[in-house]
């Protein structure tokens, strides 16, 4: 088993525009699917990211507001799972609601080790 990072990216610019019960359900959505992750024994970690940050360049000699990328290149959360392989981890992330209010695409990447 290896662990996998998915980033999401875009759909805020819908979810801005919903309702705050329809939010709701929303989220409740992303409830579900990653309880039916735990549930499984595959969900690490996740959280949604703030839409402010900065982005440090030379070593911190500038600091800049950030991050620049296009609203639907944006990312805004990430999820760690667990998964046999990058197919299995692919097929997992279909199943994300990000798909549900015009979110871009979950990025899936393999965690990898560093050894010493």
Same mark, same amino acid.
């Given at each position: @088993?290896?662990?996998?990072?998915?980033?999401?990216? *875009?759909?805020?610019?819908?979810?801005? &525009?919903? =309702?705050?019960?329809e939010k709701q359900a929303?989220?409740? #959505? /992303?409830?579900? /699917?990653? %309880?039916?992750?735990?549930?499984? *024994? &595959?969900?690490?970690?996740?959280?949604?990211?703030? +839409?402010? *940050? +900065? #982005? #440090?360049?030379?070593? %911190?000699?500038?600091?800049?507001? %950030?991050?620049? $990328?296009? %609203? $639907?290149?944006?990312?805004? *959360?990430?999820?760690?799972? &667990? $998964? &046999?392989? @990058?197919e299995e981890a692919v097929?997992? =992330? +279909?199943?994300?609601?990000?798909?549900?209010?015009?979110? =871009?695409?979950?990025?899936?990447?393999?965690?990898?080790t560093m050894e010493p």
């Amino acid at each position: @088993m290896s662990n996998f990072l998915y980033l999401f990216r *875009g759909g805020d610019d819908a979810f801005d &525009k919903l =309702s705050q019960e329809e939010k709701q359900a929303h989220m409740e #959505v /992303w409830g579900e /699917w990653m %309880g039916g992750l735990q549930e499984q *024994g &595959k969900l690490i970690d996740g959280l949604p990211l703030d +839409k402010d *940050g +900065k #982005v #440090v360049h030379d070593r %911190g000699e500038v600091v800049t507001n %950030g991050p620049y $990328a296009e %609203g $639907a290149e944006m990312v805004g *959360g990430y999820l760690i799972v &667990k $998964a &046999k392989n @990058m197919e299995e981890a692919v097929e997992i =992330s +279909k199943g994300c609601p990000i798909f549900d209010y015009e979110g =871009s695409f979950v990025e899936v990447r393999e965690i990898l080790t560093m050894e010493p």
